[in-house]
């Protein structure tokens, strides 16, 4: 089996639930597994094992993107200093009737280009066209958990096709693709819609990704329209008796948290776009307290303009110390458990990914520490947290194999993708409003 | 004198407070101006004029970092998830008093190297050995406005030797240096102090750069103290009858708006600073209604970080939606003019940096624009204040010298700085709560 050494690197990993960074560290990494971390020099290995030379760098999880809609780079810097119902109504979903097939796979490419070049290995997406995202997902190295997008208008049938992309690619691409469904979310689909999903999503053993609470009118509508919040009705129609992913929950009620407690879930936040659309920011102090699982999103390029996991790791810190008046609330050990541990669990796969271990999944972010911007080299968790960025990334793996090395990607063309996706962009960019994929009400 | 040209590069140039770019341009440098902007291959020149090949690069003015602590880099990531009064007094006052004046001129060489990386190519610093600092501003080309702290506790005599720095240093190194008076701030000298300071900087046809209002406790010191706010002690104690830069001023109180505007002022702000320690924010809708100038600063490094004032745009207008409740504030534009012009005003050299014109100081910061992170390429203005980042900067210019190209640092030695800072890392670290600088009241 292929076997590769990571040599001479500081390393992070958590020992429970807290993050510590051991220097001069060996990991040895066998198939898709990391098989033995050990002080650099130590480990016993064959002579013929793949060398991966990391001196002064530290190794990181994988960053884990709990929340996006990649292709929608496509749209990036497009719909800027609007209102989210202009946001919608006027902007994205008319430029998202435009879409081709083709469009979403050149999109997804680049925003997996765009995610590996910033330490992200794994992405919970939500889009449309998944078949031709799970495909661009197996050439890109990359883990995901896909959904297709429906909402309520496009009716059973629309989800029933959605099953059979579930069933073509479930636990495909050595592993790396989770599929769940999609229902898009409560104020886009009817009570009676959401509950044929839960049932079908219990029926095939799945679990449901679906946009909840992201706005207080959303939650005011569902109040006036069905007379319980928008979680409310994820648990009357049985949503929430499967797994979910909830994007945002920006806005729960009180007895929402309740709810939220009891379930299976875990609730992905992207406090750049939050702060941008200027709605609330979700109350994490809350779900912390409650155990509820959350972790950190980008959501889509079009609202977030970049697909960077260390800078919502930094506005969560920056955003919650501020919002509680107290700058020694969310220290750097919670920052990094959530960033990892967090966005582990709302992915589903905290037994596997998010830490650095002996037995779990070789995913793994190798980052430069000598910027100046990162001098002198102190704490080295401070640094990630607050000096750090994304171009100091410098090798990522995922599942055991290398996407990217001295910041050359491996697996995608970058060339390609570039003119591709530029010579799209005029088309695109038309905006049609007749032509809307769908409508948010007000 | 030394002509360059800058070739087919995209730039940012102002029209009546807003920006826009053109795009294939070219800029001519002559000595330390911009002598002729026109399209690519329209200027006239001589054959023997030095190329700077600019495809595809966005030219914007030199960033202008209103308020620094430069050398605090040496700091950096040593005093986190602390209150304000702890980070002063347990942390940063002392481990200041191990400070020699060689680290100090390290210090500043790295925090410059940082800045030119990051685009930046002005400084209004406040620190202390400022001597040594002019030195290295010296060497390293940037622009700065330099200031030597003093505390009331030392005394008019070591105002007297700042007095004597001021006349050294005044319009040194091609005129890139200019020097005012640096009295700490009203909670750490008294309003006699102050006076004094006012009435040296009148004489001396200087202006004062200090520190005001950064946190409640502090106006409620003064008015139990002086029975009068922060920002009236300066009125009072004539220092607004001198041009100043504000530090902070995050908490005037209503009388002090009609103050601030009417005295000649700018107000420096640093949104990171201000959420990591968990103040309010500068309230800068009221400072625009009123046409009091703001600038964007990095503050030093011990409390921010970096040095990167892209990201501070970037957090000024995140804030500035969210505070407001409305995502159509503080729109690109504003954001933009704030960045550029609003700097230079509070830098107070409106008429020579902050645009690109002909006549205007050749401060140019050349950025790319092919990033993953940023494509397609659609509006470059949206790009700069949202997808862009720091590392986009591929080459910088002050005052006509190229102080960067292909992110190669061309005036300062960046091992040389490594290693001079990393190995001063473990005595700085130390922290001697008596031997401490000053005492932070509460």
Known sequence: MNKKLITNCDLLSFTNGKAEVFTGQDILIEGDRIQAIGDTGSLKVEPDVENIPADGLLAVPGFINTHAHTPMVLFRNLAEDVTPTAWFNDYIW????????EDVYWGMQLGMAEMIENGITSVADHYFYVDTIARAVEDSGMRANLVWAVFGHEGEEKVDQTVEFIHRWQGKADGRITTW???????????????????????????????VSETQPQVDLSLKEYGMTPVKQLKE?????????????????????????????????????????????TPIDRYWELGIPFGLATDGAASNNTMDIME???????????????????????????????????????????????????????????????LPKSDPLAALVYS????????????GKVLMQGRKLLTLDKERIRKEVQSRLHRLSQRVPSARIAYYPT
Chains 1, 2 share one sequence.
Request: charge should be negative.
């Open 237 to 281: 129609t049985g949503v929430l008796d499967v797994p979910t992913i909830l994007g945002h929950c920006v806005y729960p009620q009180d007895d929402d948290f309740e709810i939220l407690a009891a379930a299976d879930t875990g609730v992905a936040i992207a406090p750049r776009t939050y702060m941008k659309h200027a709605t609330a920011v």
């Open 312 to 374: 919502q790791m930094r506005l969560m810190a920056l955003y919650s110390k501020y919002k509680s008046g107290d700058p020694t609330q969310m220290p750097i050990s919670q920052v990094l458990d959530i960033a990892f541990r967090g966005s582990a669990k709302v992915f589903r796969q905290a037994d596997k990914i998010g830490d650095l271990k002996p037995g779990l999944l070789a995913d793994i972010a190798l980052l430069r520490q000598d910027g100046l911007h990162n």
């Open 388 to 399: 750090m960025r994304a171009t100091d990334v410098d090798t990522v793996l995922c599942n």
């Open 94 to 101: 008319p430029m998202e009737s435009n879409l081709t097939e």
């Open 181 to 211: 469904l999609g229902p898009h979310a409560p104020y886009t689909t009817s009570p009676e819609f959401l509950a044929m999903c839960a049932r079908k999503a219990a029926e095939n053993n799945v679990g449901i990704h679906i946009h």
